[in-house]
């Protein structure tokens, strides 16, 4: 089974950038997109964005301008490039392709 491995993350004031990265243990058989999906404190998990047919890129509407989701010429790794973040931000990132997840990491954003 693919294992999925993240970077970056952490704590950031509000305003400020942060770049998650994704790698994968092995090629991967997946023909789906590579998503990025957060988990705010008391909410449920949502995508937050999708790559997919090489660079298609798709944002869930209140991150759309401030995120931007990316790859070289392979599959993985994937980057999400976060910018202008808000407190509303704050969550724990994980990326995600079929069925296999990443560990997920916390990004906090202070005011």
């Known amino acids: 089974q693919i294992q999925l491995m993240e970077s970056g993350g952490g704590l950031v004031q509000a305003g400020g950038a942060l770049r998650r990265s994704c790698y994968a243990s092995e090629n991967s058989q997946c023909l789906s997109s590579v998503n990025w999906y957060r988990q705010g404190p008391g909410k449920e998990r949502e995508v937050v964005a999708r790559?997919?047919?090489?660079?298609?890129?798709w944002y869930l509407s209140s991150v759309e301008g401030r995120f931007a989701v990316s790859r070289g010429n392979t599959r993985f790794p994937v980057y999400l490039q976060m910018t202008n973040l808000g407190p509303e931000d704050t969550a724990v990132y994980y990326c995600?392709?079929?069925?296999?997840w990443g560990q997920g990491t916390r990004v906090t954003v202070s005011s």
């Open positions: 790559i997919y047919n090489g660079d298609v890129t």
């Open positions: 995600n392709e079929c069925a296999d």
